[in-house]
């Protein structure tokens, strides 16, 4: 069985896609389709410092309305801005 390939949204050049879609809903299909592992990486790093920095409680249906909408920021629309008070880690 051949790799899935997807031209990926985020990072702009042709890159090994998911396995399979994410969530099991149109978004999930869309990110499938055009958003490679990657990416997939990156979201999810930076989901941990939002659920974090935020406190989010991902069993919370608004907290989850708030992920899924800088989920889509961060991959189809502008990107997404870390919280204003936020500090990276240094190593």
Known sequence: MSEHKVFCVKLKQELPGLDEPP????????IYNQVSQ?????????????????RLNPARK????????????????????P???YVPPTH
């Open 83 to 85: 919280p204003a008070q």
């Open 62 to 81: 608004q907290d989850q309305e708030v992920i899924v909408k800088q989920m889509e920021q961060f991959f189809f629309g502008e990107g997404a801005a």
């Open 38 to 54: 990657q990416a997939w990486g990156q979201w999810t790093e930076y989901c941990k410092m939002l659920l974090n920095e935020y």
């Open 23 to 30: 969530f099991d809903s149109e978004l999930g299909q869309k």
